[in-house]
């Protein structure tokens, strides 16, 4: 099995450039999460966000790319979603993170799987795929939320929330058909 990871590390410039200059008038906590959120849409420019893992079956075919926004109330009270570099994020924003696929290769991909972190400056909030599966402990264990529990900090578990999860994963069932395209979506709030 060949295992692909894609990453990046936000750098200040990058944060500038998504989200306009950071000043002294702007808060410490909207830096720490325009950083967070720099680092994910980041990653899209990097070409993905999500790591790859996927066997030699025409899997290493299958690109990805991210982008994430914000959902705003417009002025007649609609909700519509804009770009993170168009306003000022906020806690308590709701974000929307959307990974398109498309399997550029000849032949078809099987086994392919996509995981993708939850960065620690966004809550998680819910998946649009009923078939993906979450982990609360870094990718070690996978399962949906309701099922998971965590350390209660007191020696015993409490069941896993949103705020827990630190990955998602899309474990493809059938092979992605060559030229095949698609998007894989899911949910957060900003701490």
């Known amino acids: 099995m060949d295992n692909t990871h894609i990453r990046y590390t936000a750098r200040r ?5 998504l989200f306009g200059s950071v000043d002294s008038r702007r808060s410490t906590l909207f830096y720490a999460v325009a950083l967070g959120l720099a680092a994910l849409l980041g990653s899209a420019m990097a070409t993905s966000a999500a790591a790859q893992t996927a066997a030699p079956t025409g899997a290493k075919a299958v690109q990805i790319s991210s982008e994430i926004q914000v959902e705003r109330t417009d002025a007649n009270g609609k909700a519509e979603l804009v770009a993170p570099s168009d306003v000022t994020v906020v806690p ?25 972190p939850v960065h620690k400056a ?3 909030t819910g998946v ?12 070690k264990t996978w399962g949906k ?14 069941p896993a929330q949103g705020g827990d999860v630190t990955h998602i994963q899309w474990k493809f069932a059938q092979a992605i058909p060559a ?7 899911f949910r957060g709030v900003v701490k």
Do not use: C, H, Q
């Open 122 to 124: 966004v809550r998680f």
């Open 92 to 116: 308590g924003d709701k974000l929307l993170f959307t990974l398109t696929y498309r399997n550029a290769g000849s032949t078809p991909a099987g086994n392919f799987v996509a995981v993708n």
């Open 179 to 185: 030229g095949k395209s698609g998007k894989l979506r």
């Open 13 to 17: 410039g990058d944060i500038r450039a």
């Open 128 to 139: 649009d795929e009923d078939w993906a599966a979450v982990s609360v402990d870094g990718g």
């Open 145 to 158: 939320l309701s099922a998971l529990t965590v350390d209660d900090g007191a020696g015993g578990t409490r």
